[in-house]
């Protein structure tokens, strides 16, 4: 667990609820495997409906998958009434992304009224052996008032 | 046109022969509209498929069709016996992707011998009017020697 | 001129008068050359004070007239009782700082209610001949009812 | 310590004699305080003259001492006969610079043959209590047999 005090104690069934409802999330196969406060882990196995020319994960596939672990783990610190988007982030692409499966671990690094820093790094496992193969530097903002969910 | 010189007279066919070969590209539905020296243009219809939870374009959406027209708009540059990583982006989302169409629009800015940057923009389409969502600045690597399609 | 309307008619002697009271310019000898809306212009003469270790300019000191020009350039928009903030950037150097000049160019790319991103190039001139050597893009937030200038 | 190995044993001089010669390091006041493979720090104290027009440190001089510990980490794994160059970086400001003191911590984060990625946090003091103001993530390339000293 992190060091993070959620805001709202209904914190992990509010952002697996919001990843369900992502559809592209669904179109990948990316499964959500960790929401702790300030932190959340998403794994995504390998097709070749995922890859680029060299059928190796596509780098926008990587950057996808980071992107939603970095903005749900800002997410995970929200009050329950706001709702998160990424403002803006930067991406290293370290090694190819080779392998059968990735995993994007996005931890928030720094809090703040309006906006929140995270930092994410993926990882490729090729044959059991895991390695970086991206790193995120990401600015989220925190929209009040305006819950995630749709009306019910 | 732009004003750069391809080195390889054959840069469009090898562009297009590329991007067919992005399973990722298929998984989504992008078509490559333009193929110029120095310029890529890429155009991906919404289908709720590729949405985050509020409905609409997810950003990793944005960013990989984003990251693909900066990519091919170096690859067009280089010989022919070459191939191209994106070493890094960095994307700001300056707008929701809401509306009915992505077009990413990828430009070289500066050639070197080993490193490229580009500055693309992505621009949402909606009820037939368009306005930019994002905009990356990318460095692209050229890899000499390593053909990007496979051997016949 | 850019086609920006400025919220406050008073915004070049504004924006002169913040440039003037950073201490920063004056240690490196850079002068603001341009104030237009959405549009600002910083020049540095070259000294060895300036340099890196090979004796052109410092990145950093080419970021730091980089970073100040996109953000000038984001506060002639603003309304006259704001303060302008550096959210992040990334920057680019695409050559060498190797001349006797720079120049900073930042504009303004998309104003939003609380972000700004602007989009700064940097030029090196060396014996009359200038060339681009760094690109910014760059996220800036406004802060409103926080008057840039002490209270006199 | 940390875990990386130096290629040239006398990594540590050559680190601290190339800082020596970076102009701007003196024209700031900034002081190289640890040479370990793949980290290195850098302080540097407040005064009027490395100020914004808040009276903070300016965001340009963070990013010009967290771009010197960031390239000096990876300058410390390079083999003697090459020099490094900060291809890109971007940096987070993610609270002011308002103190007496601020402290750059430059780590290596991926090394390769061509490319360096490094990430870097800089903090501020104040009154006795440090804080994170900025984070880095950089791309350094090494440039091989061309030595990072003159000749003497």
Do not use: W
């Not at 993070?4 to 990843?19: C, H, I, K, M, V």
């Not at 369900?20 to 959340?40: F, S």
């Not at 995993?103 to 809090?111: D, E, H, M, Q, S």
């Amino acid at each position: 667990m992190t060091e993070f005090q959620p805001l709202d104690p209904g914190y992990e069934a509010r952002t697996r609820d919001s990843f369900a409802r992502q559809g592209i999330m669904q179109t990948l196969g990316a499964e959500l495997t960790r929401v702790e406060p300030g932190l959340v882990e998403i794994v995504l196995p390998f097709r070749p409906g995922l890859a680029q020319q060299h059928g190796f994960f596509h780098a926008g596939v990587t950057a996808t998958i980071g992107d939603s672990a970095g903005g749900y783990a800002a997410f995970t610190l929200f009050p329950a009434e706001a709702t998160v988007l990424t403002v803006e982030y930067k991406i290293n692409l370290m090694a190819p992304g080779d392998g059968q499966r990735l995993r994007a671990l996005g931890r928030v690094f720094k809090t703040g009224r309006t906006l929140t820093i995270c930092d994410v790094e993926v990882f490729v496992e090729k044959d059991g052996r895991e390695r970086p193969c991206a790193k995120l530097l990401q600015t989220l903002m925190r929209l009040d008032g305006r819950p995630d969910a749709p009306a019910g």
